[in-house]
């Protein structure tokens, strides 16, 4: 079946605007995570969506960040005010809402702010 | 100190040979040891989980977890050029959140 897709695949920005990343998850599966992939950090998670619950922001970096999931599917993951540091590939995975240690990745946002 | 630890390599090998790669964590709440490979500008593929401590295998694949000594190990045998990949280790927990930690990944070169 069809894997979790993400657009745009490359994403070019000045820095101080705003982006947008999208993710579309695994029919079925109830809980989206998005993550950061850096060079100097690794992979760092950012949020959780798990249904019709508040979803666990902890991992977001600064109130710049932010993400909402419409009709418990689709994900948009928003940065305003892009910075330089910013600059990563913003993966999105996603879960059966009892199997979180399964989760299934899409090929990614790379992110480039200029 | 991270909390999953995982030596970046690169670790070269010739192809046939048995790769071990090797994670250790901190973290006593960790009941889940996942192995993701990935692909240059890809992103992570689940290999496979293990479930506390244990081995679990999968062809040529074998995971170890001790969590006695919170290290966990992942063993390749008859390597292929194909394996060539960075293997990052990740962990959750149902006390450490539904989110994964992950190790900082090992990248493997397998030589024809």
């Known amino acids: 079946g069809a894997g979790v897709s993400q657009s745009p695949s490359n994403k070019v920005t000045e820095k101080g605007k705003d982006v947008e990343l999208r993710c579309d998850p695994i029919?079925?599966?109830?809980?989206l995570y998005w993550y950061r992939q850096s060079l100097g950090q690794g992979l760092e998670f950012l949020i959780y969506?798990?249904?019709?619950?508040?979803?666990?922001k902890s991992g977001l970096p600064s109130d710049r960040f932010s993400a909402e999931r419409t009709g418990g599917s689709v994900s948009t993951l928003t940065i305003q005010r892009t910075q330089q540091e910013d600059s990563a590939v913003y993966l999105c995975?996603?879960?059966?809402?009892?199997?979180?240690?399964?989760?299934?990745f899409g090929p990614g946002t790379r992110l480039t702010v200029t | 100190q991270k909390e999953v630890e995982q030596d970046p390599g690169p670790l070269s090998v010739p192809e046939g040979a048995i790769v071990s790669l090797n994670c250790t964590y901190s973290?006593?709440?960790?009941?889940?040891f996942m192995w993701y490979r990935q692909y240059s500008r890809k992103g992570p593929e689940l290999l496979m989980y293990?479930?506390?401590?244990g081995n679990k295998e999968d062809g040529r694949f074998t995971a170890q977890v001790d969590k006695s000594s919170k290290y966990i190990s992942l063993f390749i045998r008859d390597s292929q050029p194909s394996d060539s990949a960075t293997y990052l280790c990740?962990?959750?927990?149902?006390?450490?959140?539904?989110?994964?930690?992950f190790g900082g990944g090992t990248r493997l070169m397998v030589k024809p």
């Open positions: 029919s079925g599966h109830t809980a």
């Open positions: 969506f798990q249904g019709n619950s508040a979803p666990d």
């Open positions: 990740a962990m959750s927990g149902w006390d450490a959140g539904n989110m994964l930690t």
């Open positions: 293990t479930y506390s401590s």
């Open positions: 973290n006593s709440a960790f009941q889940y």
């Open positions: 995975a996603s879960s059966s809402w009892d199997t979180s240690y399964e989760q299934y």
